[in-house]
Nanobody, 124 residues
């Protein structure tokens, strides 16, 4: 498994932007499919974005499509989540996740490495 550390969360106003980062340990980062999820208290962990090993393929749910962009820099062992036009309903803890694979994965149980999470709060 890979060790993941998220950063970049914080408190911003509705309509603002934030960029989350997730730094991975190890020298095999390019073998991992990466994902971002979010989870509100008492709710299931929700898929936010996924990116293929070389960054060429991405996917998002309709709730964040056209507002969020996932990217990765394999030379820096880092995956990013650029979040624009933020809404109060985007407020929650965001997690990055990783697993070795050849396709994109959209459910939390398909990932086996997780970061500790970073809080994102959007004020109205």
């Amino acid at each position: 498994q890979v060790q993941l550390v998220e950063s970049g969360g914080g408190l911003v106003q509705a309509g603002d932007s934030l960029r989350l980062s997730c730094a991975a340990s190890g020298r095999t980062f390019s073998t991992y499919v990466m994902g971002w999820f979010r989870q509100a208290p008492g709710k299931e962990r929700e898929f936010v974005a996924a990116i293929s090993r070389n960054g060429g393929t991405t996917n998002y749910p309709d709730s964040v499509k056209d507002r969020f962009t996932i990217s990765r820099d394999n030379a820096k062992n880092t995956v990013y989540l650029q979040m624009n036009s933020l809404k109060p309903e985007d407020t929650t803890v965001y997690y990055c996740a990783a697993r070795v694979g050849n396709i994109l994965y959209y459910t939390s149980r398909q990932y086996d490495s997780w970061g500790q999470g970073t809080q994102v709060t959007i004020s109205s």
